[in-house]
């Protein structure tokens, strides 16, 4: 499934990367796309964007924030765009299917070097905003409803209340890395489609305090999946005599036609 992201990318805000201490590339590292089939479906995960999109602050992150009390109104300060002299790169960005059920997703791996008067150590966390069209139940409940099945919503489900951090749940994240490895899967059982993106920002905050700081460059990353039927080698076979046969049909029409 094909999606014109390029329209989001005009509708959010791009930066180029500010002083960095490695080249940027958001190109992936692996397969862009993978697929399997067991005879029946074909299942396919596909990177979109690709490559993946640098970023420095975009509506989903307000609308997903907004949705959970993360306002001023609710007595947060967020301090959204501030810079860092470092560039986060890309470790590790590719698609996967699983080859004996039906899912499929994509992984993302991110390094982090602190520069001169960046954040380090505890001090370190990470914000994550999904926008899909196939959300969790978390999605749902604490997201923005966007219209036409999407929601945008913060990827802290399991988090107590008042943390929108990524990495308030051990093993996904540390001070100098992130990693995500999102999946899909089939419906009774296909045809699928899903839309699955996400953007990850570096932050800090004393949340006690409701304070809260998001950093410039951000990854916008994601994938399309997709699973189709494949036909039955009887149904192919009737399908080809069918054509077959009116082929031959119109030739013995235009045959006596030119006769008459």
Not at 36 to 60: I, R
Not at 76 to 82: E, K, P
Not at 213 to 225: L, S
Request: hydrophobic share 35%; aromatic share 14%; charged share 15%.
């Amino acid at each position: 499934m094909k999606r014109l992201w390029i329209i989001y990318v005009v509708l959010c805000v791009l930066i180029a990367a500010g002083p960095a201490s490695a080249i940027w590339s958001g190109a992936p590292t692996g397969a862009p796309s993978d697929s399997a089939s067991d005879g029946v479906c074909q299942w396919t995960s596909t990177l979109n964007p690709n490559p993946a999109v640098q970023m420095s602050d975009c509506p989903w992150l307000h609308n997903a924030l907004a949705a959970q009390g993360y306002t001023e109104g609710n007595g947060w300060d967020i301090t959204f765009a501030a810079e860092l002299t470092s560039t986060i790169v890309i470790d590790e960005y590719f698609a996967w299917v699983d080859d004996n059920v039906h899912v499929g997703g994509a992984q993302l791996k991110l390094k982090y070097e602190n520069g001169a008067g960046d954040p380090s150590g505890s001090d370190v966390h990470w914000i994550q905003v999904i926008k899909t069209d196939a959300p969790t139940t978390h999605g749902k409940n604490t997201g923005y409803n966007a219209g036409g099945g999407y929601y945008q919503y913060i990827d802290n489900d399991g988090n107590p209340t008042n943390n929108p951090f990524y990495d308030g749940l051990p093993g996904y994240a540390g001070e100098d890395w992130f990693g995500d490895r999102p999946q899909r899967g089939c419906e009774n059982p296909c045809p699928t489609y899903w839309d699955w993106d996400a953007q990850v920002f570096l932050a800090t905050g004393d949340l006690d305090a409701k304070e809260l700081t998001i950093y410039e460059d951000g990854i916008w990353w994601g994938f399309d999946y997709e699973c189709v039927s494949i036909p039955a080698p009887g149904s192919i076979l009737l399908g080809s005599l069918g054509v077959s046969l009116v082929g031959w049909l119109r030739r013995r029409r235009s045959f006596y036609t030119h006769r008459v």
